[in-house]
């Protein structure tokens, strides 16, 4: 279970670094 | 297999999780960027002025107005407006983002007015020419709404970004003779100056004669390309067509990494404000493309030479 959450906790951490590199490429761009 | 499904059940969570995650920090890190370049403007008191949503210019819904001003009238007192027009490539945005610019105006003692115009869907009805009478019509009803109010608008300068910029410029050069009091000054970001075609990416007549038509509203056709009326309608559009020496002093801002609006557009802006002795600033944000967002100190050059610009072209002053 905890090794689960370990990578739930990954994941979130992950897309949130993705999401606010694409918006800053986005802004980039813009 | 029930293991499978339950490891494939647990991988959908983790890719549900991922992108959540990622809108959520593409939307957070939008709403902080866009943002800041308005940090400079914020007023930290509302109670210096009131703000009055939705008026109407002429009974329609995508004309409508919103109305700051300072929070109490001085009835022997005159007062400046600034007039800002919202971006949004004329077929999008709203009168909305007047919230970001015009508490400021308004908690330093002027009026200050963000207007709607009816925006284009493309096919010519809505064009810069109904956009522009649109606004002016919409300047005049409000100075006669703030003379209702207990506030005698004296002077204005016109504001916008982008397609509100290029809508600040036509107000302020096309005809001042069509608004209520004198426009002092002009300034705007990002503004396209020019609707020469050409510039705009067409090589063909017909296409040069179907963008026209779209922008102008005025019906063209591939064989009226080149002819008077034709270069007529374009310049009546074109900011920098419409300079002359009675133009109003400008204060403008580009990014040499705009995508949106052509870079060279703004050249055009130059030479005719130069060739006609207008007094004219320009603040260059290097790093920036047409949301200009690349540069901050450059954003606070921008807002400081505005502040330059309300101090020395409006009559009436500011408080402090």
Redesign the interface.
Known sequence: MRR?LV??AV??????????L???V????? | MRKGLKRAG?AL???A??????????????AV?VAEPYRYLKVDDASLYTVDHDLESDGRDTTRYDLYLPAEADESGDYSLVFYIHGGGFTGGDKADGDLWCPYFAAKGMVAVSANYTLSQGDGVANLNTMYAELVRTANVAVEECARRGYRVTEMATTGGSAGGCLALLVAYRDPGALPVPVRFVFEQTGPASFEPDLWGQTEDAGRAAFVSMMTGRSFEAQDVGTEAYQAAIDEISPAALVDDGAVPTLMAYGP?D??VPVALKYLLFDALDAHGVPHDYIEFPHS???L??DPDRTQEFYDKMDEYIATYFENGADA
């Open positions: 689960k990578v739930m994941c979130v951490a992950a897309g949130a670094v993705c999401g606010i694409a918006c800053n986005f802004l980039n761009a813009f | 647990f969570v983790c890719a999780l991922f992108a959540a995650a990622g809108v959520a920090g593409f939307m957070a890190t939008m960027e990494k995508k949106v493309g047409h949301g967002l690349g």
